[in-house]
């Protein structure tokens, strides 16, 4: 009868077992993991609650070479950005109404370019509880708290600014200021409003 009981009885335990496992591996976490170098990246920062205290604020650094450009507003959230000794820059979300609550994620997004070549991006964010409390995520992926890491790959294609797909050339084209014909045009433009105004000087001399 006992043993009966007992294996009515697993399901509801290894469920529960689930339910308190499973937090302990939800970490901060900035996605994409793999983006093309040089574009415009939209970024999301994913932030569960790991404690039974809300959080209130989260500082996240900007990796070397990544250059932050723009977030979207949420309500309750006020953001700032900082630059550093080490010309780092770091972006501050801070709650203005409760924060994120224990059993909750928020989601912060933001857009940022990537650096020219090929890399690792390491993000390192600090998510602070209202209780004090801070965690640090910036260990590697071995780490208790590691920090999220997005592959900065060379690709054919790049996202500019306005969210356009381009390739390569013309993205460092465009970069790089006009172009031989385009300049060519703007001379021969200007020899022509020259040429016509000479004509005209002409004219009325005539």
């Known amino acids: 009868m006992i043993k009966k009981y007992a294996i009515a009885f697993l399901p ?17 976490s ?29 500082v996240l650094k900007m990796p070397k070479g990544v250059e932050f450009q723009q977030y979207e507003p949420i309500p309750g959230w006020k953001v700032s950005s900082a630059k550093h000794d080490d010309k780092s820059v770091s972006v501050t979300w801070e709650a203005t109404d409760g924060g994120i609550q224990p059993g909750q994620f928020q989601q912060f997004t933001f857009v940022a370019k990537n650096p020219d070549t090929a890399e690792q991006a390491a993000w390192d964010a600090y998510q602070y509880y209202k209780d004090g409390s801070i ?14 890491i997005t592959q900065i790959t060379k690709s054919a294609n790049v996202t500019d600014e306005h969210g356009a797909t381009q390739t390569k050339e013309e993205s460092d084209a465009a970069a790089s200021g006009p172009s031989a014909l385009d300049i060519t045009a703007i001379v021969l433009s200007a020899a022509a409003i020259i040429l016509s105004i000479a004509a005209l000087v002409k004219k009325k001399r005539a």
């Not at 415009?40 to 604020?57: F, I, L, N, R, S």
């Open 12 to 28: 509801a335990v290894v469920a529960s077992l689930l339910f308190f496992t499973v937090p302990a591996s939800a970490h901060v």
């Open 30 to 58: 900035v996605k994409p993991a793999e983006s093309a170098a040089g574009s415009w990246e939209t970024y999301t920062m994913k932030v569960p609650v790991e404690k039974d205290q809300p959080t209130t604020k989260l």
């Open 135 to 148: 965690v640090e995520w910036t260990g590697d992926e071995d780490a208790d708290t590691p920090h999220s």
